[in-house]
């Protein structure tokens, strides 16, 4: 690589953080090109060399901080067959994720309406694969006999990555601490989500019977 495509490749990687910085502080509205430039130490004159204009430069976030995501949730599968363990290993996976992108999650949150897209892809495309093999680890489960067969797995998996994102959004926003800590939460959403798929092999008795 040549030093003046080096010199560019980090005044890109430059402005990229920046606007990172700005979009999550200021929201995509409130967001101007000037003090993006200001943020990278560089002139409006070069952001617009190698972003053609604020939506370019969004894009090109959008695929940083898909990246990002994906790799904090590349783990490989360590799955036990433990229900429990291995919910809570794929939670808290998925919580470092959360809590490393809070401030562009929250913003494209309440950008939903203005940017659906863009909201869409930040909050569930870099998770999309990650979602895709705990669907499975529960359809299996189904087959083993550990995981309810009336469950249907897909809607059962937003259930917990829902209450995770909601259990972020809630610690980020108090104004005083809450009164349990991030572990205990994810513990008790766990236990809750596992209590609620596990396979029980209690007889049920018919009503007929039962009298």
């Known amino acids: 690589m040549s030093r003046s495509t080096r010199s560019a490749t980090q005044t890109r990687d430059r402005l ?7 979009f999550a502080t200021e929201g995509l509205q409130g967001a101007t090109t000037r003090e993006i430039a200001r943020v990278a130490a560089v002139n409006e004159v070069t952001l617009f060399r190698h972003f053609k204009n604020k939506n370019h430069l969004l894009q090109a976030v959008i695929e940083r901080v898909l990246a990002l995501q994906a790799e904090t949730l590349s783990q490989p599968e360590e799955w036990t067959q433990d229900l429990r363990i291995d919910l809570h290993h794929y939670a808290q996976v998925y919580n470092t994720m959360l809590e490393a992108h809070e401030a562009l999650i929250r913003m494209f ?3 939903a309406k203005r ?6 892809r930040v909050i569930q495309e870099a998770a999309r694969p990650w979602r895709e093999k705990l669907i499975a680890y529960l359809q299996q489960g ?6 309810r ?4 797995p897909v809607p059962t ?5 829902g209450m995770l994102l909601a259990g972020m959004l ?3 926003a108090a104004p005083t601490p809450l009164s349990y800590s991030r572990d205990c939460y994810i513990d008790t959403a766990v236990d ?11 007889a049920i008795p018919h009503p007929e019977t039962a009298l």
């Open 115 to 120: 940017h659906p897209e863009e909201a869409k």
């Open 109 to 111: 949150i309440g950008e």
């Open 170 to 172: 809630r610690r980020c």
């Open 142 to 147: 189904q087959q083993r006999g550990t995981v």
């Open 192 to 202: 809750v989500f596992v209590q609620g798929v596990r396979a029980t092999h209690t």
């Open 16 to 22: 990229i953080g920046a606007a990172i910085e700005v």
């Open 157 to 161: 998996v937003d259930l917990l990555t």
């Open 149 to 152: 067969p009336d469950l249907d």
